[in-house]
C-alpha cells in the first residue's frame, strides 16, 4: 500500500469541532435492508447509542466486536440509513485506504465516554 497524499492543513479549531470517545460494544446486529451496513449498540457510559457502521463485508464473524472499546465520532448529526437511525460513526483504520479494517482501540480499557484528543 503507498500512503494517500495528506490532506490539507485544518486549523486546531477544527479538529476541535470533532467529538470522538470511546464507547465499548455491546451488540452487533444485521441490518437486513443493507448489504454493507451492520447495527451497532455502543455504550458510552452515560447513555448507549445505535451506530451504523459499512462493515458486514469486511468481517466474516462481525460477533467478534462484542465487548471491544473502539473510537467514535458521537456528535455527527443523525442519519437515517436503511430504514435504521445511526446516532455516529465508527472511527476506523485502513477503509480509505482499500484495505480491510481495523477498530481505533485504546491500548488499555479506559471509562466508556472518555474523550480522545
Known amino acids: 500500500m503507498t500512503p494517500a497524499a495528506t490532506k490539507p492543513t485544518v486549523s486546531i479549531a477544527d479538529v476541535e469541532k470533532l467529538d470522538v470517545r470511546v464507547g465499548t460494544i455491546l451488540a452487533v446486529e444485521d441490518v437486513a435492508a443493507s448489504s454493507k451496513l451492520l447495527k451497532l449498540t455502543v455504550d458510552f457510559g452515560d447513555h448507549t447509542r445505535s451506530i451504523l457502521a459499512g462493515m458486514k463485508t ?31 460513526m465508527l472511527f476506523d483504520i485502513g477503509f480509505a485506504d482499500g484495505i480491510t479494517p481495523v477498530l481505533a482501540v485504546p491500548e488499555r480499557a479506559v471509562p466508556n465516554g472518555v474523550r480522545a484528543g
Open 58 to 88: 469486511e468481517r466474516s464473524r462481525p460477533q467478534e466486536i462484542v465487548g471491544l472499546q473502539a473510537l467514535f465520532v458521537v456528535n455527527l448529526e443523525p442519519k437515517r440509513m436503511a430504514g435504521e437511525v445511526s446516532q455516529g
